[in-house]
């Protein structure tokens, strides 16, 4: 599992676009001594955003016929890339969040958090406290206490900075703030609860897509939506009422074909035959022009 790979760097805006730029022309290029210089960050931050292209899934680590690590640009990323390289729709942050915490790694705590952490009010003392409890009983080896602090508080800042403008380190915001899923105040660390214009029905069935992609499911129950890891309702704090007001914008789309049935026993969700990039494409080709 992963801890404290972030080098204490949250995301900042336009990190994405600045690393996928650089990895179109060197997929190497993390490995490149003089990357600081070239993309004009510092060398902790280089090593920070190397982290995060991972982590939000818009690129992926593996090994060339030389085995030598390199950065590749994923789909997703090149869609990101091509159509909100800027991050502006809220559909396009609300994705790149799901990417961090639907896998136990890299992002552990954040997988954590969201996926099995249940308390919504909580200090962020406390907060740390039971991350350490859960990887006591969960990793085999130990994990430093200063790693997994590391963590607690980059995982605050990533959804928090640039919400209180009176702090000079905060004006810089994440991307991922838009989403509005953590709020910070005096201490206090609050797991927003969400609706479907917080979100976007098409971050909304991304996630559907993507889950059927990895599980290979076809059908899925509301149940399910609500309490199952990595999807709705744990990912972004989603209730059941709010599951079922999505459900039914989503199938009055025609070209997609969400079926929602509904009986006495079980609430199922028929999954349309489409992959996950697929709708993303013809999501971004029809909101950009809205957008720009």
């Given at each position: 599992?992963?801890?404290?790979?972030h080098?204490s760097?949250y995301?900042?805006?336009?990190?994405?676009?600045?690393a996928?730029?650089?990895l179109?022309?060197?997929e190497?290029?993390?490995?490149?001594?003089e990357?600081f210089?070239?993309?004009?960050?510092?060398?902790?931050?280089?090593?920070?955003?190397?982290?995060?292209?991972?982590?939000?899934?818009?690129v992926?680590?593996?090994?060339?016929?030389?085995r030598?690590?390199?950065?590749?640009?994923?789909?997703?990323g090149?869609?990101?890339?091509?159509?909100?390289?800027f991050?502006?729709?809220?559909?396009?942050?609300?994705?790149?969040?799901?990417?961090m915490?639907?896998?136990?790694?890299?992002?552990?705590?954040?997988?954590?958090?969201?996926?099995y952490?249940?308390?919504?009010?909580?200090?962020?003392?406390n907060?740390?406290?039971?991350?350490?409890?859960?990887?006591?009983?969960?990793?085999?080896?130990p994990?430093?206490?200063?790693?997994?602090?590391?963590?607690?508080?980059?995982?605050?800042?990533?959804?928090?900075?640039?919400?209180?403008?009176?702090?000079?380190?905060?004006?810089?915001?994440?991307?991922?703030?838009?989403t509005?899923?953590?709020?910070?105040?005096?201490?206090?660390?609050?797991?927003?609860?969400?609706?479907?214009?917080?979100?976007?029905?098409?971050?909304?069935?991304?996630v559907?897509?993507?889950?059927?992609?990895?599980?290979?499911?076809?059908?899925?129950?509301?149940d399910?939506?609500?309490?199952?890891?990595?999807?709705?309702?744990?990912?972004?704090?989603?209730?059941?009422?709010?599951?079922?007001?999505?459900?039914n914008?989503?199938?009055?789309?025609?070209?997609y074909?969400?079926?929602?049935?509904?009986?006495?026993?079980?609430?199922?969700?028929?999954?349309p035959?489409?992959?996950?990039?697929?709708?993303?494409?013809?999501?971004?080709?029809?909101?950009?022009?809205?957008?720009?």
């Amino acid at each position: 599992m992963g801890y404290g790979q972030h080098q204490s760097f949250y995301l900042r805006d336009r990190w994405l676009n600045k690393a996928i730029r650089h990895l179109e022309i060197d997929e190497r290029f993390f490995y490149d001594k003089e990357a600081f210089e070239k993309i004009g960050l510092g060398k902790n931050m280089v090593q920070s955003l190397r982290y995060w292209v991972v982590a939000t899934g818009v690129v992926e680590e593996v090994f060339n016929e030389d085995r030598k690590k390199v950065h590749k640009i994923t789909e997703l990323g090149r869609l990101i890339f091509e159509y909100d390289r800027f991050v502006k729709l809220q559909d396009t942050a609300a994705i790149l969040h799901y990417q961090m915490v639907k896998e136990k790694e890299p992002s552990t705590a954040w997988y954590w958090y969201f996926n099995y952490f249940d308390e919504t009010i909580i200090t962020k003392d406390n907060l740390l406290s039971e991350l350490i409890l859960w990887v006591e009983k969960n990793e085999s080896k130990p994990v430093s206490e200063r790693s997994l602090k590391r963590d607690i508080d980059c995982l605050v800042k990533l959804y928090t900075a640039g919400q209180n403008t009176s702090d000079p380190e905060e004006v810089i915001q994440s991307p991922l703030n838009k989403t509005k899923l953590v709020e910070e105040k005096k201490g206090i660390v609050y797991k927003r609860t969400t609706s479907v214009s917080d979100i976007g029905l098409s971050a909304l069935m991304y996630v559907l897509l993507d889950y059927k992609t990895l599980h290979g499911v076809s059908n899925i129950s509301v149940d399910d939506l609500v309490n199952q890891p990595a999807l709705w309702g744990k990912v972004f704090n989603m209730k059941r009422s709010a599951i079922v007001n999505a459900l039914n914008e989503l199938t009055q789309n025609p070209i997609y074909n969400l079926t929602f049935i509904r009986t006495n026993n079980l609430d199922l969700i028929r999954i349309p035959e489409i992959t996950p990039y697929e709708f993303l494409q013809q999501e971004y080709r029809r909101k950009v022009g809205v957008t720009k």
